[in-house]
């Protein structure tokens, strides 16, 4: 028996994917046209001997996320449950934390994985891996290949090339470790926890020697500070070279979703997949039906002009409006968003209830990886350089209003906002 764990974190952290993460928990926010954590869920319950999928995080148990449980409890046929942390206890403590309800039922091994990677998630060619290398309590880790340049933004793995052991483990090095990145995506057996347990002991200890010093996990109440503990850096660091951790590397697709444009880039991995696993959420051109090129998913409820030209890349959400003459390129359009004639988004995400007047431009830049690279990834773009702010694609918050013939460009538009005229390179708050 199998279970799964999916991270989701909580309202302190995906603050660079304002002002998007204020309406919904970002692990919720659509990518390809469902929530995130949907391609998680999905590819868990596929897995043969699946029994649970839990998740993990801090956010308040609130409407969207009982929502989201409930109708993909039913469409799944898997149960799903929330477990709530008191605080940010990090990767494995929170795991840690949780490890009766994990162990509950006797799951002979669990995957843990973040909500904000996007991925095929290769979960059985995780498992037969797992039962080709090692011994049967081994642990796995989902590995990609990174380039130099960027392996350094990510935890580095240098493996074994014949037994795919994981030597060594980095979290984000200063200088190049090795260009095998670690995904985020974990096969654990029970055993992991005697390993965190020590973890978890020797903080408990250094507290009780060293009660006053300062740490980044402390709030005045120290037995945080014990349990907050960080897979990455507190495990897999002191677990490497011991003959217990591997590395299974995958060709696949793979992304981190940190920021609102790496989510249109995970939206066009998603959209490409869907040819294999979903065509029917794949739009089509149709007569009367709006111009398609490229890959575009279209929710059933929106109300589309036959002159509009969508694609490539282009999601459109629940009751959204487009009317003539329309063209829209590598953006998320969400619920409700209206947009009249004529006018053109190109590399954005509108937000809810938002409406973008006639013949008005919003456009923004992407920060795709170089497409002559294979191994590039997504780079996890600063706001701000020099100064200025980084051009990045533009993101209007929820119910924005853009007026005719104004022109926003590289722009964050927070929410509620009516613009009365252009922009560039603005926060407008």
């Not at 995130?36 to 995080?57: F, R, S």
């Not at 843990?112 to 095929?120: G, K, P, R, T």
């Not at 500070?225 to 490497?240: G, K, P, S, V, Y």
């Not at 995970?266 to 979903?278: E, G, I, M, V």
Request: contains cysteine; neutral net charge.
């Amino acid at each position: 028996m199998l279970k799964s764990v999916i991270l989701i974190g909580g309202p302190q952290k995906g603050t660079r994917f304002r002002p998007l993460s204020f309406e919904v928990p970002k692990p919720l926010f659509p990518v390809a046209g469902v929530p995130m954590l949907q391609h998680h869920v999905e590819e868990c319950a596929k897995v043969p001997n699946m029994k649970e999928i839990l998740l993990i995080g801090f956010y308040q148990p609130n409407e969207e996320l009982t929502r989201f449980m409930c109708s993909a409890q039913q469409e799944f046929k898997i149960s799903i449950r929330y477990l709530q942390e008191y605080a940010a206890l990090g990767t494995g403590g929170g795991i840690y934390h949780f490890r009766d309800q994990i162990l509950s039922g006797g799951p002979e091994a669990f995957f843990i994985m973040n909500a904000d990677v996007c991925s095929e998630f290769p979960l059985p060619e995780m498992l037969n891996f797992q039962k080709e290398h090692g011994e049967p309590s081994s642990f796995i880790i989902l590995g990609t290949t990174a380039n130099r340049k960027q392996s350094m933004n990510y935890g580095c793995i240098v493996e074994n090339q014949q037994t795919n052991e994981v030597l060594h483990y980095v979290e984000k090095p200063s200088t190049f470790v090795s260009d095998i990145i670690n995904c985020g995506i974990y096969l654990f057996t029970p055993e992991i926890f005697q390993h965190i347990g020590a973890v978890f002991q020797k903080k408990q200890q250094d507290m009780l020697l060293y009660p006053y010093e300062g740490d980044e996990h402390t709030n005045g109440n120290g037995w945080h500070r014990a349990e907050a503990i960080r897979l990455e850096q507190d495990i897999f660091t002191a677990l490497a070279g011991q003959g217990k951790l591997y590395v299974y590397k995958t060709p696949a697709i793979w992304s981190q979703i940190k920021s609102a444009g790496s989510a249109i880039y995970a939206s066009r991995l998603y959209l490409n997949q869907y040819h294999k696993t979903h065509p029917e959420r794949l739009a089509t051109n149709k007569d009367g039906g709006p111009r398609i090129s490229g890959n575009v998913y279209i929710h059933p409820t929106a109300n589309i002009d036959p002159t509009a030209v969508l694609g490539p890349n282009v999601s459109i959400g629940t009751g959204v409006t487009i009317g003539a003459g329309v063209r829209v390129r590598e953006s998320i359009i969400l619920h409700g968003v209206t947009l009249q004639d004529h006018s053109c988004v190109l590399n954005c995400i509108v937000g809810w209830d938002s409406t973008i007047g006639k013949w008005a431009r919003v456009e923004g830049t992407p920060s795709d990886p170089n497409p002559n690279d294979p191994y590039a990834k997504i780079d996890s773009e600063t706001l701000f350089r020099d100064g200025k702010l980084t051009p990045s694609i533009t993101i209007l918050g929820c119910n924005v209003t853009i007026p005719a013939e104004v022109i926003i460009l590289n722009s964050i538009v927070l929410p509620y906002k009516d613009l009365n005229r252009s922009f560039k390179n603005q926060i407008i708050l």
